[in-house]
């Protein structure tokens, strides 16, 4: 079993910066493929980017470049990286757990946090 919580959403103007970090309970975080989706109002929820327990990384194209995952083991904690933010980079971010690679369907992770709000505007 492993609890996920989200932190570091807030509100930031276009072209700015935000570091999203995702806590996870459990001594068996570093076996999980971790990943982060976001929802945006009215859209359905999708995928951003992944990171294997090894940290090879995969993107979603429309953040590729702007953002980066990366994850430290001994905290148990993954971070998503959000450069040059754009108004629909607007959503719910969530990170997630599977124990298998990295997917892009939400319903193959198992875990989820409860998600953090992020809004680019001015």
């Known amino acids: 079993q492993v609890q996920l919580v989200e932190s570091g959403g807030g509100l930031v103007q276009p072209g700015g910066s935000l570091r999203l970090s995702c806590a996870a309970s459990?001594?068996?975080?570093?076996?999980?493929?971790m990943a982060w989706f976001r929802q945006a109002p009215g859209k359905e929820r999708e995928f951003v980017a992944g990171?294997?327990?090894?940290?090879?990384?995969y993107y979603a194209d429309s953040v590729k470049g702007r953002f980066t995952i990366s994850r430290d083991n001994a905290k148990s904690t993954v971070y998503l990286q959000m450069n040059s933010l754009r108004p629909e980079d607007t959503a719910v971010y969530y990170c997630?757990?599977?124990?298998?690679?990295?997917?892009?369907?939400?319903?193959?992770?198992?875990?989820w946090g409860q998600g953090t709000q992020v809004t680019v505007s001015l």
């Open positions: 997630a757990a599977r124990g298998g690679p990295i997917s892009a369907r939400e319903n193959e992770y198992d875990y």
């Open positions: 459990g001594r068996t975080f570093s076996s999980y493929t």
């Open positions: 990171i294997y327990r090894s940290g090879g990384t």
